[in-house]
């Protein structure tokens, strides 16, 4: 198996997990925190990111290597390529550390749109029907 293979079972692996995690982040910063819609607005544009790379590794493991990739329990997953397989197995440490990596490497890499806040949307509705 060549590096690059390597890296897209890695990413295939991670990437829903750092989504999940992303979706998470943003449930409690909306929850309790007065910038909330910068972190959001942040954190959505990431999670858009995660998911076209996501499409693309995923297509990139079907189309180029025919490998099909599955998980086998919570830690473990098995792969299937043209009649061979095998089994890939991570600690729950090298999983946390792989899924921050991707995080740090797309949050640092993303441009993003502030999204209107609440205040943000009165003042515009008060702009469009004035008293």
């Not at 830690?75 to 197995?89: A, F, N, P, Q, V």
Request: proline share 2%; net charge positive; hydrophobic share 35%.
């Amino acid at each position: 198996m060549n590096t690059e293979l390597k890296q897209l079972i890695q990413d295939f692996i991670v990437i829903p997990m750092a989504i999940k995690v992303y979706e998470q982040d943003k449930k409690l910063i909306a929850a309790d925190f007065t910038m909330a819609n910068l972190y959001i607005s942040m954190i959505d544009a990431v999670i858009d990111r995660l998911r076209q790379v996501q499409i693309e590794t995923k297509k990139k493991l079907y189309t180029k290597y025919h490998v099909d990739v599955k998980r086998v329990g919570n830690t473990s997953y098995k792969w299937l390529s043209r009649g061979e397989s095998g089994l890939i197995e991570f600690t729950p440490q090298e999983l946390r550390e792989m899924t921050r990596d991707i995080m740090e490497k797309y949050m640092y890499g993303t441009k993003f749109k502030l999204k209107d806040g609440f205040v943000d949307q009165l003042r515009r509705l008060e702009k469009e029907n004035p008293r």
